[in-house]
């Protein structure tokens, strides 16, 4: 109420019917000597109240905005410590909070008042201390931005800088086409100060901006002068970082020469234009070179359920706690698995558990590897393939297309599928099948795959130093003792970072062990269907379809029984008899007896019941699903658990029944 002692006009839409008649007629304030025009403007809500709304210009940013359209007058009310001043008559000297009542209770007086209602709006409040701000007219410092936004614009568009990913282009576009003047100045005790002086013996006031602190008014001669009270805005400093930081203006600065321009700026979306355009500007307007070539821009981290974390929810992870129960590498892991670009990363404690499996996972695979060295190696032994075996040149060549995957992805700055293509190879293809195909050649002390995996371990380490530095580099000192010559580095944090070596790939091997690997493949299946699981068996028979897959399988029966842990791999020309599990590979038939195996009768019934019983959960789910209901009243989250539980029911019973049929 008492900004209406500020108030120099009242609005009303000029498409209401009810107030077309008074616009442009006068009214006279209730409590001043002050009359003021109704005026027609688009921003008023016909729907909002009366919709005749009253503007105080110097006490709100949307009726300095209307102020300025209708040039109206801009009259300020409140004194710095929150006074009314004497532009408010009768109520002057009184607090804002005072003057709020006393208004009102003059109003009653008047017989102006028709009702009061609950309205919420949003009122700034002091981060410091809490107090809540008003809006306030006074004079600041502006920075004319159009002829600096020009160039910055040019250089984002023609392709100069670029934005990861592409979508923020417009955020930066949008900002710079409709740039406005920089408020430069604050009033705070610390910062940078205003360049600008006043001669207190100088009648007009006129400031005097200087480079150097002026001794005397260059006007009157006097030497009275006093300096602005306000500073910079803190980021009129920060545009300067990229230059600034490094000598200059001493433009031939060392560090400057050797650091400036940049490569890459790694910062969040909502300091686009507070930092990233002025850094832009800046590094154009003063060194005449754009700073950066490439701008990443990262995700918000946010709890499991997509809220932003902070202090008032309480849902803020510390990462020094993640550190103390998981370790630093599975903070990095998890976080970067995550990081694609833009993307908001989805986070609780319990995800961090995966980043410290896998760094588990380097760490025991390394042990397997480097406790099975026996022989002298160095590692240059490997620019020639040194060995013919099937799985080594495999492996080999899943390398190098490993390597040029994560280049691919590290160079468009998707991080998640740079770490996704090394988690695969190095889990999925290193690990779960190279690793287990070669155990009985390191049982022999072969050499060569000594050579291959040892190889392969350390290209590893390097690829993944990035993302997990501590263990890794732990990994490749103790490596550094298992190799003679190879390695060139006293670090892995030094060494270079893996070439691919085209020789290497070989399209044929890996078409010729990806038809093992998925023999191998429904072999374990068959095993997992027939409850069997993980352990060794005794036999399996393969049909194939034609002379090559017979010559494959046969080349290759050890590490194929190896893969599946199956004690002997036989090849046949018809299907075996009795009970077998049954998979279809390529038109080749595999067929794993399972007499002997388990009880099949008991087996047979136990899936049968288990069937029946997961059909009536599945009806029930859909039944449930099914129900319009349902889908509407209940909770989003309810009917998206609901349909997961569905799917996975109907997973489980798909698999049972396949069991089953193995069985008979």
């Known amino acids: 109420p008492e900004t209406m002692l500020g108030d120099t006009a009242v609005a009303v839409n000029p498409k209401d019917p009810r107030y077309g008649e008074f616009i442009g007629k006068f009214i006279q304030h209730p409590f001043l000597d002050r009359k003021f025009k109704i005026i027609a403007d688009d921003y008023v809500d016909i ?31 409140i004194t710095i410590d929150g006074h009314i001043n004497s532009n408010g008559g009768p109520f002057k000297g009184m607090t804002r909070f005072e003057a709020r009542k006393a208004i009102v209770e003059a109003w009653e007086e008047k017989g102006l008042l028709v009702k009061v209602e609950d309205h919420e709006l949003s009122a700034g409040h002091c981060y410091r201390c809490g107090t809540l701000v008003e809006p306030y007219l006074s004079d600041q410092w502006f920075l004319k931005m159009k002829p600096l936004a020009e160039p910055a614009l040019a250089i ?8 990861f990913s592409d979508r923020w282009h417009g955020v930066y576009y949008n900002w710079l086409e409709n740039v406005r003047p920089w408020c430069l100045s604050r009033q705070l005790w610390w910062g940078h100060r205003i360049p600008v002086w006043y001669c207190e013996d100088c009648a007009d006031g006129t400031p005097i901006v200087a480079r150097e602190d002026p001794t005397v008014c260059p006007k009157c001669g006097g030497t009275n002068l006093r300096r602005d009270s306000d500073v910079l805005d803190t980021w009129f400093s920060s545009w300067l970082w990229p230059f600034a930081t490094l000598g200059w203006p001493d433009i031939e600065s060392d560090d400057l020469k050797r650091f400036f ?7 969040a979306s909502e300091i686009i234009f507070f930092w990233v355009a002025k850094m832009i500007m800046a590094s154009e307007h003063f060194m005449g070179e754009l700073p950066f070539h490439s701008i990443y821009i990262h995700g918000t981290v946010r709890d499991s359920q997509g809220r932003k974390m902070s202090k008032s929810l309480g849902n803020g992870i510390d990462p020094l706690d993640v550190i103390k129960l998981y370790g630093r590498d599975a903070l990095r892991y998890i976080l970067l698995s995550q990081a694609g670009a833009g993307q908001d990363l989805f986070v609780d404690m319990d995800s961090f558990a995966q980043g410290r499996n896998f760094c588990n996972k380097l760490w025991n695979a390394s042990r397997l590897v480097l406790g099975n060295i026996t022989a002298e190696i160095s590692l240059p032994e490997l620019r020639e393939p040194p060995t013919t075996q099937l799985v080594d040149r495999w492996i080999l060549s899943r390398l190098q297309k490993a390597k040029e995957k994560a280049e691919s992805a590290l160079e468009k700055y998707r991080l998640d599928e740079a770490v996704g293509h090394l988690y695969h190879f190095f889990w999925g293809e290193y690990c779960d099948i190279y690793l287990e195909a070669v155990k009985h050649r390191f049982a022999e002390g072969e050499k060569d795959v000594q050579i291959v995996s040892l190889h392969v371990l350390e290209e590893i380490l390097r690829l993944w130093h990035p993302i997990v530095p501590f263990v890794t580099e732990e990994i490749w000192q103790k490596l550094k003792d298992n190799i003679n010559d190879g390695l060139g580095a006293e670090a892995c944090i030094v060494a270079r970072w893996p070439l691919i070596d085209h020789g290497l790939i070989d399209d044929g091997a890996e078409a010729e062990f990806s038809y093992i690997e998925k023999l191998a493949e429904a072999l374990r299946n068959i095993k997992n269907a027939a409850g069997i699981g993980n352990k060794r068996v005794g036999r399996a028979f393969i049909v194939p379809s034609d002379g090559s897959q017979k010559n494959i399988i046969e080349r290759h029966s050890d590490m194929l029984a190896a893969l599946a842990r199956i004690e002997k791999i036989f090849v046949e020309e018809n299907r075996p008899k009795g009970a077998v599990g049954t998979a279809i590979v390529n038109n080749s ?8 195996l388990i009880d099949l009768d008991a087996e047979k019934a136990r899936l049968t019941k288990e069937i029946k019983r997961l059909e009536g959960v599945l009806s029930g789910f859909m039944k449930k699903l099914s129900n319009d209901s349902f889908i509407s009243n209940a909770p989003k989250e309810v009917v998206e658990k609901t349909r997961s539980q569905q799917d996975e029911v109907g997973s489980k019973l798909e698999y049972m029944r396949n069991a089953l049929k193995y069985l008979e």
């Open 47 to 77: 729907e909002f109240g009366t919709s005749a709304v009253k503007i105080t210009p110097a006490h709100d940013p949307n009726d300095f905005e209307i102020g300025t359209r209708h040039r109206l007058p801009f009259i300020n009310i």
């Open 261 to 267: 321009p940049t490569d890459l700026l790694v910062t």
């Open 156 to 163: 984002v568009r023609r392709g100069k800088s670029k934005f």
């Open 589 to 596: 038939r595999i067929y794993l007896p399972l007499e002997g």
